[in-house]
């Protein structure tokens, strides 16, 4: 009999036919993301679950007696709760490197539009407010020859450095958990502490998973050592910055500006003080939003948890589960 496969986010037909060949499917048809509540009472059956967002958590699992894998589309997974999934018997897997280069674009994209108040100008034509020549007013920051911050110099970090050294001769820093010589090699980045980066950079990128250990590693006494031209760009997750400092750091004009494709709680509220913020651009976490990537993305989960389900390795065993299925 084929496993029973729960589908919590909209795929494109071509990778639903493709499980549909392995698995018997059941999906979410709604037109927003599935609630926690409603994901809870659609797993009382299911073996596998592919899921694009949301929480995985015990009291979940609790409704789930015949889980065996869970296959998240995103590269992170601090959304699943390891312990509880291992607890119960529940693998799970994710996506790394898929997206990594989307995922840089985006980065020097933000880095570019916030030195050179690209969106606030597109506005101000718009708005029609265009009416004389160049004002100093707009006068934006140089990206090339400046120097930028990498903390996180995983495979997006490292994509990030290649394009801020070759694409904009950029003085590249960072900051990680380890120090890795093949890649200062490489991409001529140079390694330093949390403290050096902030207090060097022009240009700050948090590029670092959600773990207990990164969670709010950016806060007030790290804004005080950050340039007052500096510019923040979060585009990992949004609790490794307290967003409570980071506005108050943007009002006191610590840091001249902020880029953001995440936030501590998404969909943002429409009234957090960063959104009335000009010198702040806002993006709602597409990080890896481009229609090749996330066919990509959506393929591999669904191959990860075809493997899972037969009993194979998948290609994206998450590295807490790897000890559970060599057991
Ligand atoms: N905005 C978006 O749409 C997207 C966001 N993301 C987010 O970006 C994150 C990073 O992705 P990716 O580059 O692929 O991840 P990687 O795992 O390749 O890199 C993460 C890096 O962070 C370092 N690190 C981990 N913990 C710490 C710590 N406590 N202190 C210092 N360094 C640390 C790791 O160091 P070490 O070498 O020691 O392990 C590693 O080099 C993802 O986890 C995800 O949350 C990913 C894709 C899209
Ligand atoms: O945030 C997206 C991811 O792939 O992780």
Known sequence: MRPKVYIAWRIPDEIEAYLAEHCSLRKW????????????????????????????????????????????????????????????????????????????????GLALAAARKIVKLDRYVKEGCWTRGIDSSWYGLDVHHSTIGIIGMGGIGQEVAKRAKAGFDMKVLYYNRSRRPEVEHRLGAEYCSLE?????????????????????????????????????????????????????????????AAALDVYEFEPVN??????????????????????KTRF???????????????????????????ESVQN
């Open 196 to 256: 050096e980066l902030l207090t060097q950079s022009d240009f700050i990128v948090v590029m670092l998973p959600l773990t207990a250990q990164t969670e709010h590693l950016i806060g007030d006494r790290h804004f005080d050592l950050m340039k007052p031209s500096a510019v923040l760009i979060n585009a990992s997750r949004g609790s490794i910055v307290n967003e409570r400092a980071l506005v108050e750091a943007l009002r006191a004009r610590k840091i001249s």
């Open 29 to 108: 048809k709604g037109e927003t993301p599935i609630r926690y509540e409603e994901l809870k009472d659609e797993l009382k059956d299911a073996e596998g679950l592919l899921l694009g967002e949301g929480r995985i958590d015990a009291e979940l699992l609790e409704q789930a007696p015949h889980l065996r894998v869970v296959s998240t589309i995103s590269n992170g997974y601090n959304n699943l709760d390891i312990e509880a999934m291992k607890h119960r018997g529940v693998i799970g897997t994710n996506n790394p490197g898929i997206s990594n280069e989307s995922v840089a674009d985006l980065v020097l």
């Open 270 to 291: 429409p009234d957090h003080p960063l959104l009335n913020m000009d010198n702040v651009i806002t993006l709602p976490h597409v990080g890896s939003a481009t229609a």
């Open 296 to 322: 990509n993305m959506v393929m591999s989960a669904a191959r990860n948890l075809v493997a899972a389900l037969k009993g194979e390795t998948p290609p994206f065993l998450i590295r807490e589960f790897k």
